[in-house]
């Protein structure tokens, strides 16, 4: 006769049905849930991952990066890969298999571009595009420029390069419009179709100055709310003096505004002051369905992941969440 512990045998039953449920992956390595909210680092190897689906308890991952300085960054959910732009390495880095890797783990490098550029900026994405943003420097005999690379299976390939005649920081695609901050300025520019121009010196389709900025450094437009979002990191010492512009209705200020007109600060919310955590506001992007702005800041505490609810007027609100996070520089929303 055999004896059966019953109590033992469901302990097992059990270990092995979370066992099989946990598992999303090959193998046997266990899958690790993400957040929507990406954060890149100008100061050390990794990206930061938060997840604010419960309120209650924001649950925040790292990975390791093949770099120490990292600014643009753009997570595809669909591939489940992670492009950044090196500053280390001077190319487009794409990382796969986030959901396959245990947090805190490095990331696999899966394939990367040329090193074409120097003191990148932001990623702008389009179908199976990556467009970089070089910033003016020494090491690049102060050029501005657009690199263009096509995404493949396994490599990204340099296709265009283009001089757009202004100072970059951040950029984004919207259709086939380019929207780019014009550094040391308050001015967005405006690239229509982009794209279909060969290599050379492209013309801005239309500037818009925003009233009420010193010098802005981040942008992103919610095509699905109309509203744009631009920063003002103020003066580049100080920690104490950022603000966050918000534009409702941001489609029909623009036409308004012209091809060299201003948006007006009446226009405009303006958020900013000593309870805001401000300093150098250098990246931002926007929840749509939640009424959340995320902001990278790059000078309050040495770096910080700031969110804000959509605010209805001008004022200075403290943010609804702040976390530490050394060299913060660019900041993305996965939809």
Not at 83 to 100: I, K, M, P, W
Not at 245 to 262: D, Q
Request: with cysteine.
């Amino acid at each position: 006769m055999i004896n059966i512990n019953f109590t033992t045998l469901k302990l097992v039953i059990l270990s092995v049905f979370l066992i099989s449920c946990g598992n999303s992956g090959g193998g046997d390595d266990l899958g690790t849930e993400l957040g929507q909210v990406f954060v890149s680092s100008n100061t050390t190897p990794v990206v930061g991952n938060f997840n604010f689906s419960n309120a209650n308890d924001i649950v925040s991952i790292q990975f390791g990066l093949s770099s120490t300085d990292s600014d643009g960054i753009i997570y595809s959910s669909n591939s489940d890969r992670l492009f950044t732009a090196s500053r280390t390495n001077n190319r487009v880095e794409v990382y796969s298999g986030l959901t396959e890797t245990t947090a805190s783990a490095n990331l696999t490098l899966e394939f990367s571009s040329s090193s074409d550029f120097s003191n990148a900026r932001k990623l702008a994405f389009t179908n199976n595009t990556v467009l970089v943003s070089q910033d003016a420097g020494e090491n690049n005999n102060q050029q501005n420029r657009f690199f263009v690379y096509t995404i493949g299976d396994n490599s990204a390939t340099l296709q265009n390069t283009y001089d757009p005649q202004i100072n970059l920081w951040d950029v984004q695609f919207s259709g086939n419009t380019l929207y780019a901050v014009q550094d040391n300025s308050d001015t967005l520019a405006v690239f229509n179709n982009l794209l279909s121009n060969s290599d050379g010196v492209v013309t801005a389709s239309q500037k818009v100055q925003i009233e009420g900025i010193v010098r802005t450094h981040a942008m992103f437009y919610s095509a699905e709310s109309d509203i744009m979002f631009m920063s003002d990191i103020g003066d580049a010492g100080s920690s104490t003096d950022g603000a966050m512009h918000v534009i409702t209705n941001f489609s029909a200020k623009l036409t308004a505004a012209g091809s060299s007109g201003t948006i007006a600060l009446s226009d405009q919310i303006r958020i900013t002051g000593s309870n805001t955590e401000l300093g150098n506001p250098v990246g931002v992007t926007y929840d749509a369905d939640n009424a959340k702005i995320y902001i990278a800041e790059r000078a309050s505490g040495g770096g910080k992941l700031l969110s804000f609810d959509l605010p209805t007027s001008s004022g200075n609100p403290s943010p609804s969440f702040s976390q530490n996070f050394s060299g913060a520089a660019a900041v993305f929303f996965a939809n």
